[in-house]
């Protein structure tokens, strides 16, 4: 299963429970979540079950704010993935 933020606009309460439940879906999930979202109860529920973090950091010719996942500076715009949480 392939996830990307299902926590959306949920209440902490909210995010922790179906966090809960998320690990029991299939035996390999792929979570896609910001910082934001993961961080809190979704973490505390999901750390425990987690094989590997990865990061998405978006290159591009110019971004409007860089930061640890937006870089300016490449010839083209890509996506890199390396691996670990940098939140």
């Not at 973090?53 to 500076?73: D, M, N, Q």
Request: glycine residues 6%.
């Amino acid at each position: 299963i392939v996830m990307d933020s299902p926590y959306g606009q949920l209440d902490d309460t909210h995010k922790q429970l179906v966090a809960r439940y998320i690990p029991q879906l299939a035996e390999q999930i792929i979570l896609m979540a910001t910082s934001s979202q993961w961080k809190g109860p979704v973490e505390e529920e999901c750390e425990k079950f987690v094989g590997k973090h990865v990061s998405l950091i978006h290159h591009a010719p110019t971004v409007e704010k860089e930061s640890r996942y937006a870089k300016s500076g490449s010839d083209f715009e890509y996506t890199e993935i390396e691996e670990g949480y940098h939140g």
